[in-house]
């Protein structure tokens, strides 16, 4: 079974075929995680995860819009997280590469979502662009909550990763399309290195369309050329990477089967 545990189906990108696409998935017998940005997203995020069975939710403020996080916001997301299929806050975190919100209000809003999940007793998702050192001292210091993190759409260094492991802090990883390039033999050389327990796959869709279909849209069944990807780069078959990160992914969130 394949679990694509980062996507956004409720993008606008989506809104032409968002009902042939959820059908699809249906088909595909996958489950899928989608993740919030914003109070719109993160409120449809729920609603997605409450009308079908096979899709959960995480909810929370990315740090594009940290600049927009008001206490009515936290108030939805306390609100939402009470639904049992809500299953992370998420996606929180920095993104200094676009610097869309100022760099002193994403670390105020990052810290504050980490202890609002604490609260709520759920782990978290988190973003992470041109912040590593940064995201890996907050954690270190701010995350309590056993229930742990996962770094999404991971590419840092194989040095990070190491200190990341060295934490007690339940933290694992997604690797996402960009694994399949041909220029990304760092991220290549890095993923083996991540134990098989503390990985997931996902494909951030719409974004980050893996090969073949990059330059396309990206859609929670391409999730499977990620699978493959790591089938080589572990040695395992296909089928085995994606029952170990399903299985990961599972347990993580607390799901059933």
Wanted: aromatic share 10%; glycine share 4%; hydrophobic share 35%.
């Amino acid at each position: 079974m394949l679990f694509d545990t980062h996507a956004h189906i409720t993008d606008e990108r989506f809104n032409e075929d968002r009902d042939l696409m959820i059908d699809r998935i249906k088909r595909e017998g996958m489950l899928v995680l989608n993740c919030g940005c914003d109070e719109k997203s993160s409120y449809l995020s729920a609603v997605l995860a409450k009308r079908y069975d096979f899709f959960y939710a995480a909810v929370g403020m990315h740090p594009h819009d940290s600049k927009d996080y008001t206490d009515k916001f936290e108030e939805l997301i306390k609100k939402l997280a009470k639904e049992e299929k809500v299953v992370a806050i998420g996606e929180i975190g920095l993104d200094f590469y676009y610097d869309n919100s100022p760099r002193d209000i994403q670390r105020e809003i990052f810290i504050r979502q980490i202890h609002l999940a604490d609260e709520l007793d759920l782990p978290i998702i988190i973003h992470s662009r041109d912040a590593s050192e940064e995201t890996y001292k907050i954690l270190k210091e701010h995350l309590k909550n056993p229930k742990g993190a996962v770094l999404h759409s991971f590419s840092q260094s194989t040095e990070m990763l190491k200190k990341y492991l060295a934490l007690d802090k339940n933290i694992h990883f997604s690797i996402s399309g960009p694994v399949t390039f041909k220029n990304a033999r760092a991220l290549t050389e890095m993923v083996p290195n991540i134990p098989l327990e503390r990985i997931f796959i996902e494909t951030d869709c719409p974004y980050l369309t893996p090969v073949p279909f990059r330059g396309k849209r990206n859609n929670p069944t391409y999730v499977a050329y990620v699978a493959d990807k790591l089938s080589e780069l572990y040695g395992r078959t296909t089928e085995e990477i994606a029952d170990i990160t399903a299985e990961n992914a599972m347990r993580f969130f607390g799901i059933k089967a």
